[in-house]
């Protein structure tokens, strides 16, 4: 599976998911700065965590008008996997190729610590590996996480199957409603989650937990 990983400006997880990638995958992604106009030919685009831009004006907002944000809309309308860890989870809704928004925590305060996730559709590229109602460690880690849907929004989305990862056992860190951690795209192929997968894929990290978000990616590669 060939990989390319968004770095912006303040970004700091993108060395984490390269490592996952290339541990899993064994091919080095590709990495790409947030100026490039073009994305290289790859099975997975990954937006990863931190804090563009310095999270001014609304988290992910500025990154999402970054040039390279136009080629991938054009990528994730082909069809190529597009996963969005954090604050590209962020990003991925003010570029509009997910629906809602991420507020303030609940708390208003930043939450750092490991949570537990449903998965609660395995029928995805993102999830296959999974089992239905599986539930697995994945840590956290933001100030803005709070996933927000207005109601028509909230009803399509749950009727559509778009939420892939709930928050488990009451460990919602940040309140989002429905306990939604994770969702996809109508078609299926653009994901965004708050909790960090790539943290936790070898035994160095303490645990495997992520690992099966990037087998079921490789597999559906």
Same mark, same amino acid.
């Given at each position: 599976m060939k990989t390319a990983v968004i770095v912006f400006p303040g970004s700091n997880r993108d060395r984490d998911?390269?490592? *996952?990638?290339?541990?899993?995958?064994?091919?080095?992604?590709q990495h790409v700065w947030h100026t490039e106009s073009t994305l290289p030919d790859v099975d997975l685009v990954v937006v990863p965590g931190g804090f563009s831009y310095g999270d001014y004006l609304r988290s992910g907002a500025i990154a999402?008008?970054?040039p390279i944000l136009k080629d991938l809309v054009a990528k *994730?309308?082909?069809?190529v996997s597009v996963l969005g860890v954090c604050n590209g989870f962020q990003i991925l809704t003010e570029a509009g190729l997910l629906p809602g928004a991420l507020m303030r925590n609940a708390g208003l305060t930043f939450v750092c610590r490991e949570v537990l996730l449903e998965t609660v559709n395995t029928a995805t590229r993102f999830s296959e590996k999974f089992r239905k109602g599986q539930v697995w460690r994945c840590p956290v880690a933001h100030h803005d996480g709070n996933y927000f849907a207005d109601a028509d929004t909230l009803q399509r989305i749950e009727d559509n199957g778009q939420v892939v990862f709930r928050y488990a056992d009451s460990t919602n860190p940040n309140g989002s409603i429905n306990d939604i951690a994770g969702i996809m795209n109508e078609k299926g192929n653009v994901l965004g989650m708050m909790p960090h997968p790539e943290n936790?894929?070898?035994?160095?990290?303490g645990g495997l937990d992520g690992r099966l978000l990037f087998e079921s990616l490789l597999d559906a590669a």
């Amino acid at each position: 599976m060939k990989t390319a990983v968004i770095v912006f400006p303040g970004s700091n997880r993108d060395r984490d998911m390269f490592h *996952a990638l290339e541990l899993i995958t064994g091919s080095r992604p590709q990495h790409v700065w947030h100026t490039e106009s073009t994305l290289p030919d790859v099975d997975l685009v990954v937006v990863p965590g931190g804090f563009s831009y310095g999270d001014y004006l609304r988290s992910g907002a500025i990154a999402a008008r970054s040039p390279i944000l136009k080629d991938l809309v054009a990528k *994730a309308d082909s069809g190529v996997s597009v996963l969005g860890v954090c604050n590209g989870f962020q990003i991925l809704t003010e570029a509009g190729l997910l629906p809602g928004a991420l507020m303030r925590n609940a708390g208003l305060t930043f939450v750092c610590r490991e949570v537990l996730l449903e998965t609660v559709n395995t029928a995805t590229r993102f999830s296959e590996k999974f089992r239905k109602g599986q539930v697995w460690r994945c840590p956290v880690a933001h100030h803005d996480g709070n996933y927000f849907a207005d109601a028509d929004t909230l009803q399509r989305i749950e009727d559509n199957g778009q939420v892939v990862f709930r928050y488990a056992d009451s460990t919602n860190p940040n309140g989002s409603i429905n306990d939604i951690a994770g969702i996809m795209n109508e078609k299926g192929n653009v994901l965004g989650m708050m909790p960090h997968p790539e943290n936790l894929v070898e035994p160095l990290h303490g645990g495997l937990d992520g690992r099966l978000l990037f087998e079921s990616l490789l597999d559906a590669a």
